[in-house]
């Protein structure tokens, strides 16, 4: 009973703008071919990740608050933008990133038994928080070869099969 979860990084804004301009829409659309499909997607509450899911062409079940900041102390421990591997040292210190994490964990393995067999879900998010949650679902992991922090729009997919977490690949744009 397999199934998969892709976390994503929304795509790019001006900043300090909310919204996607169209040239994000276009990367989250270019994303998007080839995508899915998804029994379910889920993004932060915060307009950017929501509008980079309907640009990839993909409608949102939900929104969810804990996926659109980590909070001050997380950003203290383990400030943004760090390597994969950084985010997974600091959560096995177990310390307000740990617990962000594993409150992220949590979250994706409801998902993922929520899920019909052979299901996938899609979720997007933001920088810091999509690789606490990669690592918070696999903390014993080796992300040294993962390199620095996700891109607009790059992600990991994660696979639950058995009742856990038993792989991560990471999904880069080239």
């Known amino acids: ?3 998969l979860i892709e976390i994503r990084r929304h795509s790019m804004r001006a900043i300090p703008g909310a919204h996607l301009t169209q040239e994000d829409v276009a990367l989250a659309r270019r994303t998007g071919e080839g995508m899915g499909p998804f029994q379910y997607v889920i993004t932060s509450t915060l307009s950017r990740a929501f509008e980079t899911a309907l640009a990839m062409g993909f409608a949102v079940d939900a929104q ?3 996926m659109s900041s980590p909070g001050d102390d997380v950003e203290r421990e383990v400030p943004y933008p760090q390597t994969f ?4 040292a600091a959560i096995r ?3 307000a990133a740990a617990q962000y994490a594993l409150r992220l964990a949590d979250l994706y393995r409801e998902l993922a038994t929520s899920l019909p067999d052979q299901g ?3 979720v997007i998010n933001h920088g810091g928080i999509l690789e606490l949650g990669v690592a918070g679902c696999l903390p014993e992991r080796n992300y040294l070869s993962w390199g620095g922090a996700t891109g607009y729009c790059e992600g990991a997919r994660l696979t639950w099969e058995d009742g856990e977490f038993v792989e991560a690949e990471l999904l880069r744009i080239r």
Do not use: P, S
Request: hydrophobic share 45%; glycine share 6%; aromatic share 6%.
């Open 1 to 3: 009973m397999r199934k």
């Open 120 to 122: 996938t879900a899609l």
């Open 64 to 66: 969810n608050e804990l």
């Open 93 to 95: 210190k177990g310390r």
């Open 85 to 88: 591997a950084a985010y997974a």
